[in-house]
């Protein structure tokens, strides 16, 4: 079946500092894959998707990069913001459905 | 816009009773809508998918008759956990899908179970 594996956390920067987060998943055919981003006390917020190879997702200053050949869709920001301190999710949806296959979470704490 | 409440945020049970979390669409109407049971340090894992006026779809593994689920309207769903034991503590999270969208799924901000 379907799976995705993320980097363990938690992981603690400092302001400023470069962000690699890694994902790998495990599916199918071309599934479409996600960034959440979980804030404390909030619901889940999708950050960013990419749908087929070689796609690039971004916002709010992060990428990621659809990475077939490596089944991988490692999440990076270039600068870190404090306020960027949250958990963040890694997940697929298979090609055949809609089902969310979800990472195990990891949590980033940025200090000033 | 696009927003999913749940109530409780908390909720402390004694072993033995029931418990009902409530899952609202506040702008938007949906026909779908997903729980999801989050572990410390786990990912998410999908426990049902309910649709509006019919039996909700449970995946493998997961206790229908532990687990009730109702959606009854377009922008309520409701999971009660009956019996509850201390092992059904944990987080439970629902996302709402928009009426007419193939994919997309909005999520509540989850409810913290502990059963004593």
């Known amino acids: 079946g379907d799976s995705v594996t993320q980097m363990e956390g938690p992981v603690t920067l400092s302001e400023e500092a470069f962000l690699t987060i890694n994902c790998t998943y495990t599916?199918?055919?071309?599934?479409?894959l996600f960034w959440y981003v979980q804030y404390p006390g909030e619901g889940l917020q999708l950050l960013l998707k990419?749908?087929?190879?070689?796609d690039k997702g971004s916002n709010k200053g992060f990428e990621a990069t659809y990475r077939k050949e490596t089944t991988s869709f490692h999440l990076e920001k270039g600068s870190v913001q404090v306020s960027d301190s949250a958990v963040y999710f890694c997940?697929?949806?298979?090609?055949?459905?809609?089902?969310?296959?979800f990472g195990e979470g990891t949590q980033l704490t940025v200090n000033p | 816009g696009a927003v999913v409440s749940q109530h409780p945020s908390r909720v402390i049970c004694k072993s033995g009773t029931s418990v009902k979390i409530e899952c609202r669409s506040l702008?938007?109407?949906?026909?779908?809508m997903f729980w999801y049971r989050q572990f410390p340090k786990q990912s998410l894992m999908l426990m049902a998918t309910?649709?509006?006026?019919?039996?909700?779809?449970?995946e493998q593994g997961v206790e229908k008759d532990k687990f009730l689920i109702n959606h009854a309207s377009l922008t309520l769903s409701t999971l009660t956990v009956t019996s509850a034991h201390p092992e059904d503590s944990s987080f439970y999270i629902c996302?709402?899908?928009?009426?007419?969208?193939?994919?997309?799924?909005?999520f509540g901000p989850g409810t913290r179970l502990t059963v004593t």
């Open positions: 996302s709402a899908r928009p009426s007419g969208e193939l994919y997309e799924q909005y």
């Open positions: 599916a199918t055919g071309y599934p479409s």
């Open positions: 990419a749908t087929k190879a070689d």
């Open positions: 997940a697929l949806r298979g090609a055949s459905g809609s089902r969310l296959t």
């Open positions: 702008d938007f109407q949906a026909t779908t």
């Open positions: 309910s649709n509006e006026g019919s039996k909700a779809t449970y």
